[in-house]
């Protein structure tokens, strides 16, 4: 046997409420919940997964990765993939994969919130949302709707994003 086969990885095993969350500015509203990231795990592969709960009524702002691919896999709720313009119906099950430079945002038409679980690799989706958002812990209820940072386009270009939607247009 060779050291390569003897050696062994770490384990961790967060909780439902483990892991920092984040309440998310408009359009999206709702919240996130940074799961693991593989900077902070000394992990092999750089990614980064949690979830993201958009509030009814609201929307994730078009956008794309210039260096990112994403995966998403909806675990509550109904909403809609819009990728390059066209829309998918998204429901608890469904699973999108989105190579990088495709124009994509997620809109919850409904009364009620959509969560879906979002990997994007390499990472780095979590250090956006915990600049652009506010603390939350599980269980408080939702602020009122609050505005992004001012600095919100630089914050996009230094961390995941390459093209993002300024308008905050849900194109309907």
Same mark, same amino acid.
């Given at each position: 046997m060779d050291a390569k086969t003897q050696e062994t990885g770490k384990v961790v095993i967060r @909780?439902?409420?483990d @892991?920092?969350?984040?309440?998310?500015?408009?359009p999206a509203n709702?919240? #996130? $919940? *940074?799961?693991?990231? /593989?900077?902070? =795990? /000394?992990a092999r592969s750089n990614f980064s997964i949690g979830t993201q709960t958009v509030a009814p009524n609201s !929307?994730?702002?078009?956008?794309?990765? +210039?260096?990112?691919?994403?995966?998403?896999?909806?675990v509550e709720g &109904?909403? #809609?993939a819009r990728v390059d313009g066209v829309d998918h119906p998204l429901e608890v099950g469904?699973? #999108?994969?989105?190579?990088? *430079?495709r124009k994509h945002h997620f809109l919850n038409p409904n009364d009620e919130?959509?969560?879906? #679980?979002? =990997? =994007?690799?390499? /990472? @780095? =989706?979590? &250090? !956006? !949302?915990?600049?652009?958002? $506010? &603390? $939350?812990?599980? @269980?408080?209820? +939702?602020?009122?709707?609050?505005p992004r940072p001012e600095n919100i386009a630089e914050i996009e270009a230094r961390t995941v994003f390459g093209w993002v939607d300024a308008s905050f247009n849900r194109k309907k």
């Open positions: @909780g439902p409420d @892991g920092e969350s984040f309440w998310q500015p408009v709702g919240f #996130v $919940r *940074n799961i693991f990231n /593989g900077r902070d =795990l /000394g !929307f994730i702002r078009e956008h794309t990765h +210039a260096d990112h691919e994403e995966i998403i896999y909806v &109904k909403g #809609v469904s699973c #999108v994969f989105i190579g990088v *430079n919130p959509m969560t879906f #679980v979002v =990997l =994007l690799m390499p /990472g @780095g =989706l979590d &250090k !956006f !949302f915990a600049e652009i958002g $506010r &603390k $939350r812990t599980p @269980g408080e209820p +939702a602020p009122e709707p609050f």
